[in-house]
């Protein structure tokens, strides 16, 4: 079974910072649309961020828009997150996900996907 491992979690303050990636030990993240969700205590688990194959297409939930950034290097097999401006609300265990699907599929239907990570937590203190 392929593993998708996060890292970069951590403890911030209110409006700080934090980059997560996402790898593929031993395989290719070419073929897949990658995404990003996250897990608040006691809530549902959200969208936050996706990108197409190529990495020209993006996508970003509301909440997260002009505060997050996703990007990735086919050639190191890695998807990043990059978040600024970080709220108390952004605490949350984050997931990486890949899907051989368009990214709007990998949206709409989450439990589908091909590819899960553990997770990783963030924790923005305010």
């Known amino acids: 079974q392929v593993e998708l491992v996060e890292s970069g979690g951590g403890l911030v303050q209110t409006g700080g910072s934090l980059r997560l990636s996402c790898s593929r030990p031993g395989g290719t993240f070419t073929v897949y649309s990658l995404a990003w969700f996250r897990q608040a205590p006691g809530k549902e688990r959200e969208f936050v961020a996706a990108?197409?194959?190529?990495?020209?297409?993006?996508k970003y939930a509301e909440s997260v828009k002009d505060r997050f950034t996703i990007s990735r290097d086919n050639s190191k097999n890695t998807v990043s997150l990059q978040m600024n401006s970080l709220k108390p609300e952004d605490t949350a265990v984050y997931f990486c996900t890949a899907d051989r699907a368009t990214i709007e599929s990998m949206i709409a239907r989450p439990d589908q996907n091909d590819y899960w990570g553990q997770g990783t937590q963030v924790t923005v203190s305010s």
């Open positions: 990108i197409s194959r190529s990495g020209v297409a993006t």
